[in-house]
């Protein structure tokens, strides 16, 4: 894939991914496994993870009972899932493999759910995320559900209050160009790793309407972490009390319309009709 031989290879090349959803993303990984755990039709059935990198999620689904399938466009994660995945020799992954969400390998109408949980933010152009989208929905059987994440388009501005780099005058030109645009463009990773990569962070709306003109409908928004990733300390989410009452708490209020923007990452369930 072209995309990957410049930035957003730069930045995976820095392993970002190995620790990401058990040190700052762990919120985001509790809700989103609870969110799969909600929208998903039971085990078993067939499930397509595109952008599935090292397999966070599709692990866990094959030892449910899923035949999970793996695909993501950067060999290396492909590599680290399928040694994952021998490494379950109970509960394999169904298949692995590198590939690019544009163009799947997939026949028509063969999944019960496909989870698109990175390619939407990696792709720039709205035509490309349509194509990935659309064969997303070819390769979803009648009824089957679609989980699509994206990036909010004011994650980088909480973000750089949170963190403290929003007073850098760089970070600032890349919060002006996303809020300009929705291009995040930190095309020099290696300089700046904690500012992600070059990518494009949706509204709330455009979600929407890219899911709906993919051919979807019965399509819900979500927020995955809500505003409650700004005021979480991770670190408390180990005690098991205090980590259910807040994904309760978010629960409550992942629909709110008025709160989704700002959520880092947002959610698209939606439905291919019978
Ligand atoms: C930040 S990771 C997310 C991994 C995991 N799905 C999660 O939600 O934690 C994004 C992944 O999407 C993959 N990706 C980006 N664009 C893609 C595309 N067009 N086709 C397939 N995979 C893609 C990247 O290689 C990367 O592994």
Same mark, same amino acid.
């Given at each position: 894939?072209?995309?990957? #031989?410049?930035?957003?290879?730069?930045?995976?090349?820095?392993?970002?991914?190995? +620790?990401?959803?058990?040190?700052?993303?762990?919120? @985001?990984?509790?809700?989103?496994?609870?969110?799969?755990?909600? /929208?998903?039709?039971?085990?078993?059935?067939?499930?397509? %993870?595109?952008?599935?990198?090292?397999?966070?999620?599709?692990?866990?689904?094959?030892?449910?009972?899923?035949?999970?399938?793996?695909?993501?466009?950067?060999?290396? /994660?492909?590599?680290?899932?399928? @040694? *994952?995945? &021998?490494?379950?020799?109970?509960?394999?992954?169904?298949?692995?493999?590198?590939?690019?969400?544009?163009?799947?390998?997939? @026949?028509?109408?063969?999944?019960? *759910?496909?989870?698109?949980?990175?390619?939407?933010?990696?792709?720039?152009?709205?035509?490309?995320?349509?194509?990935?989208?659309?064969?997303?929905?070819?390769?979803?059987?009648?009824?089957?559900?679609?989980?699509?994440?994206?990036?909010?388009?004011?994650?980088?501005?909480?973000?750089?209050?949170?963190?403290? %780099?929003? $007073?850098?005058?760089?970070?600032? =030109?890349?919060? =002006?160009?996303?809020? +300009?645009? $929705?291009?995040?463009?930190?095309?020099?990773?290696?300089? /700046?790793?904690?500012?992600?990569?070059?990518?494009?962070?949706?509204?709330?709306?455009?979600?929407?309407?890219?899911?709906? +003109?993919?051919?979807?409908?019965?399509? #819900?928004?979500?927020?995955?972490?809500?505003? *409650?990733?700004?005021?979480?300390?991770?670190?408390?989410?180990? +005690?098991?009390? /205090?980590?259910? &009452?807040?994904?309760? *708490?978010?629960?409550?209020?992942?629909?709110?319309?008025?709160?989704?923007?700002?959520?880092?990452?947002?959610?698209?369930?939606?439905?291919?009709?019978?």
């Amino acid at each position: 894939m072209d995309d990957f #031989e410049t930035a957003i290879a730069e930045y995976y090349r820095l392993g970002p991914e190995r +620790d990401r959803l058990s040190t700052w993303g762990y919120l @985001e990984a509790l809700r989103t496994a609870d969110l799969l755990g909600r /929208h998903l039709p039971p085990a078993p059935g067939v499930v397509y %993870d595109i952008g599935g990198a090292e397999g966070a999620y599709a692990l866990p689904l094959a030892r449910d009972g899923y035949a999970v399938h793996l695909v993501d466009a950067w060999e290396p /994660h492909v590599a680290a899932a399928a @040694e *994952a995945s &021998a490494a379950q020799p109970a509960a394999p992954l169904a298949s692995c493999a590198v590939g690019d969400a544009r163009d799947l390998s997939f @026949e028509d109408s063969t999944a019960d *759910a496909v989870l698109l949980l990175g390619p939407l933010y990696h792709l720039l152009e709205r035509a490309d995320r349509l194509r990935a989208l659309r064969e997303a929905h070819r390769v979803l059987k009648p009824g089957g559900v679609l989980l699509a994440a994206a990036v909010s388009r004011y994650a980088s501005t909480f973000d750089g209050v949170a963190v403290g %780099d929003i $007073g850098d005058e760089d970070f600032q =030109e890349l919060v =002006e160009g996303v809020l +300009d645009d $929705g291009l995040h463009r930190n095309t020099d990773p290696g300089e /700046h790793p904690r500012w992600f990569t070059l990518t494009y962070f949706h509204r709330p709306s455009d979600l929407r309407d890219e899911v709906a +003109d993919a051919g979807f409908r019965a399509i #819900e928004l979500v927020a995955v972490e809500s505003a *409650a990733a700004w005021a979480t300390d991770t670190r408390r989410l180990a +005690d098991p009390g /205090h980590r259910d &009452a807040v994904l309760k *708490a978010i629960r409550r209020v992942e629909s709110v319309p008025e709160l989704l923007g700002a959520s880092p990452h947002l959610m698209a369930v939606a439905r291919k009709s019978h």
